[in-house]
């Protein structure tokens, strides 16, 4: 009875000021605890939590594996990875060390947020590759004339290159696997607003998705002009300028991006 | 009359937990309370935001823009809106330019060309303008309804002011098909 | 509780220094809570250094005076050509005599940030981009700016500006953001 006791002194002490109706109340709930009503209070209250969201399903944890080919949604962003390959050139790109190779992943990225968004540098993540320079991309640019990635505008998807440098001695990959990364739309507890952000506050949350796609070796015969329509035209060269420039000059721009 | 008192209470306290989420659900958030204060004005005339002061003198569409030998083009269409624009009372630049749609999503202005004019580099002293023009890449469907959004700051425009100027393009199936070439900024004489 | 207590006081009576309170608490209440961005706010609005009659005004470790406030029209290009300044605006220029120890290394040099008002109260920066062509010292109180040798405790430091023409200057501002962002000192003129 210790229990139900308590139970009639907190409800004494509850809102309603006067111990006199909950008290009673309180009592009567108690002394009628038979098995059938403490089934209905627990439905009940599941029924309550429902309201708020309990009764959602979780998101699956471990993001099964899918072909290329298939929409990546990740929160901001839809990712479709179209192809992976090998060269050992690439348009003006230069290699850090001699003897490496480029390894690139074509994809398609839908921006789904209401903003322009600059897409992070780890976007996409090669899994079980070894001898990366760098685990994010050395280059990436817009396969549309071969300007440097940076904003991509809401709802208008571009074919993008994403370029990564492999180190000569690590063995050619056949085929890859790429996670997208993903973001959620939620409160940022430190400042109260709404950002699209990792699901939890240490960064490393699940994919939003996992894709494996075979990688195609390097059919281009060496110091041959690469194929336009293949690639990105003129890789990452320097953006042009609306200032204006003097008559002699033959490039696009004389200034460096920045 | 106990399970009926009882049963009474429960609904309060339901209805009680659901109007505290409802109101909840409606009220703002913080981003919205802490949104910038817009300065709406139309093309052609001054439109004074805190720290400076822009005016939209032309706008046309197009499908490509050419710059210098570049022929840069889109899937949607390019906004070319000609602004000038100056410093109120204190040495100023405008850092954030951007289109916002009828579906209240925003374009900012492209970095497929450098746009000094817009993207903070370019200092003015107050009473000496500057002008020049800024392109906007969008899908075709959203170039009609757009508003110009122009800040001095390129990453914070909280609680500051910021323009906010009707474009007038009808829908983008009006935008001229020939690649059109960008004024560079230049200093109004 | 309801009615009268047991000493035959009434609701009123038995919380009126709780009513009286009321008014004070809620004050202290919002000054707590505001208090902060009050003072954020005021850093905006640095408060005024003056100089003493004799025209040096003390700060940040300096002794400094204005020895030059006038228009510039002999600046020059490279190559030492003539720059020729657009009609429609006037260079200025200011040079402060500075009192300060000359042999620093680079990161104990305090710096300074120089501007100028107008009789409107509009402020101008220095190395603005309409000069940028002109060859102008850095206005920035390093000694090793100077364009006077720099020696046994006294230099020059020279800053260049532009306003529109025909506007008139009324008070030269010097900042030391590094040592006391709310205080400036002000050279009426």
Redesign the interface.
């Known amino acids: 009875m210790p229990q139900g006791v308590r139970l009639v002194m907190l409800a004494d002490v509850s809102v309603t000021g006067r111990g006199g109706l909950s008290r009673r109340?309180a009592r009567?709930?108690v002394d009628?605890a038979t098995p059938g009503l403490r089934w209905a209070v627990a439905v009940?209250l599941l029924g309550?939590s429902g309201?708020?969201g309990g009764l959602d399903t979780v998101a699956d944890p471990q993001a099964e594996t899918v072909a290329a080919g298939t929409l990546v949604p990740g929160g901001p962003w839809e990712v479709t990875i179209h192809e992976a390959g090998i060269r050992r050139e690439l348009g003006k790109l230069r290699l850090k060390n001699e003897g490496d190779r480029w390894l690139y992943v074509i994809a398609t990225v839908r921006i789904t947020a209401?903003?322009?968004t600059m897409l992070p540098s780890d976007l996409l993540v090669l899994e079980g590759v070894t001898g990366l320079v760098a685990p994010t991309p050395e280059e990436s640019a817009?396969e549309?004339?071969g300007?440097r990635l940076?904003?991509l505008?809401?709802?208008?998807?571009?074919r993008i290159w994403f370029v990564w440098e492999q180190s000569g001695g690590a063995p050619v990959p056949t085929s890859l696997t790429i996670s997208v990364e993903q973001r959620t739309w939620r409160?940022d507890s430190l400042?109260?607003?709404?950002h699209w952000m990792d699901a939890d506050a240490k960064g490393d949350d699940n994919p939003a998705g996992r894709v494996t796609v075979p990688v195609k070796a390097d059919t281009t015969p060496p110091s041959a002009s690469p194929s336009p329509s293949a690639e990105p035209s003129a890789s990452t060269r320097p953006?042009?300028?609306?200032?204006?420039?003097p008559s002699t000059s033959r490039s696009?721009?004389a200034?460096p991006t920045p | 009359m106990?399970?009926l008192?009882?049963l009474g209470?429960?609904v309060f306290v339901?209805a009680a937990?659901?109007a505290a989420?409802a109101v909840q659900t409606a009220e703002p958030?913080?981003?919205d309370a802490?949104r910038p204060f817009p300065v709406v004005g139309q093309v052609g005339e001054d439109v004074h935001a805190r720290t400076f002061t822009a005016r939209v003198q032309q706008v046309r569409c197009a499908a490509a823009l050419k710059?210098?030998?570049?022929v840069?083009?889109?899937?949607?269409v390019w906004i070319v809106a000609k602004l000038r624009v100056g410093a109120r009372s204190e040495p100023t630049s405008i850092a954030y330019a951007?289109a916002r749609d009828a579906a209240?999503?925003?374009?900012?202005t492209?970095?497929?060309?450098?746009?000094?004019l817009v993207t903070g580099g370019l200092t003015m002293q107050p009473g000496l303008p500057y002008e020049?023009?800024i392109a906007i890449?969008?899908?075709t469907a959203?170039a009609g309804g757009l508003i110009l959004l122009l800040a001095d700051n390129s990453i914070d425009q909280r609680l500051d002011s910021m323009t906010e100027i009707p474009l007038p393009i009808s829908d983008g199936s009006a935008c001229s098909p020939e690649p059109t070439t960008?004024?560079?900024?230049r200093a109004v004489s | 509780m309801r009615g009268p207590d047991s000493l035959g006081r009434g609701w009123w009576r038995r919380n009126v220094w709780g009513l009286v309170a009321v008014v004070p608490t809620l004050a202290l209440m919002l000054a707590a809570a505001g208090y902060s961005d009050l003072e954020f706010w005021q850093r905006g609005k640095p408060q005024v250094v003056r100089p003493a009659a004799d025209g040096v005004a003390e700060f940040a470790g300096l002794r400094m005076r204005v020895a030059e406030l006038a228009p510039a029209t002999d600046l020059k290009r490279g190559g030492d050509r003539p720059f020729v300044v657009p009609d429609n605006m006037t260079a200025w220029r200011v040079v402060l005599d500075v009192e300060g120890p000359t042999d620093l290394g680079p990161d104990e040099v305090v710096y300074c940030d120089i501007s100028i008002e107008d009789t409107a109260g509009n402020r101008y920066g220095d190395q603005p981009r309409e000069l940028s062509s002109a060859r102008t010292p850095l206005g920035n109180c390093n000694p090793e700016n100077s364009p006077v040798p720099a020696g046994s405790g006294r230099y020059q430091t020279v800053a260049h500006f532009v306003t529109p023409r025909g506007v008139e200057i009324a008070a030269v501002r010097v900042f030391f953001g590094g040592v006391d962002q709310t205080r400036y000192v002000r050279f009426d003129r």
């Open positions: 109340l009567g709930l009628q009940v309550v309201l708020f209401e903003e322009s817009l549309r004339d300007s940076r904003l505008q809401p709802d208008m998807p571009e409160e400042g109260g607003e709404w953006r042009p300028s609306a200032s204006p420039k696009p721009s200034r | 106990k399970l008192r009882w209470s429960a339901l937990l659901a989420q958030t913080l981003n802490r710059i210098g030998e570049h840069l083009d889109t899937q949607g951007a209240d999503r925003v374009f900012q492209t970095d497929r060309v450098s746009l000094d020049g023009e890449e969008v899908p959203a960008l004024l560079a900024a």
